[in-house]
Nanobody, 127 residues
Framework: QALLVESGGGSVQAGGSLRLSCAAS????????MGWFRQAPGLEREFVAA????????YYADSVRGRFTISRDNAETVVFLQMNTLAPEDTAVYSC????????????????????WGQGTQVTVTS
């Protein structure tokens, strides 16, 4: 049973930065693609970024590419999301997730490809 715990959310002014962390346990962390998704009030959950098991491949939503950076530390079993140049439209609950299948990046931007989810951390960007 994988356990994912996010941290690092908070409130920041537009143009600011935050770094989210997702600590993982209970599974072979280094075998799975990890993803970040977000959900704003009244909207559906959307893909933000994903990173494959080795960290060699990274994927981003168009809305965050160039501003957000995903990374992972397999030794510490943590995945990060560095968020720069934040804007009010980035306000959402951010959740990390572990892919359903090991060594797979299939449909990395679909929430249905992920099996375990963290509880989420709130990010609020004020103008």
């Amino acid at each position: 049973q994988a356990l994912l715990v996010e941290s690092g959310g908070g409130s920041v002014q537009a143009g600011g930065s935050l770094r989210l962390s997702c600590a993982a346990s209970g599974h072979t962390f280094g075998a799975y693609t990890m993803g970040w998704f977000r959900q704003a009030p009244g909207l559906e959950r959307e893909f933000v970024a994903a990173i494959n098991w080795s960290g060699g491949n990274k994927y981003y939503a168009d809305s965050v590419r160039g501003r957000f950076t995903i990374s992972r530390d397999n030794a510490e079993t943590v995945v990060f999301l560095q968020m720069n140049t934040l804007a009010p439209e980035d306000t959402a609950v951010y959740s990390c997730a572990r892919a359903r299948d090991p060594y797979s990046t299939s449909d990395y931007d679909s929430s249905s490809s992920y099996h375990y989810w963290g509880q989420g951390t709130q990010v609020t960007v004020t103008s």
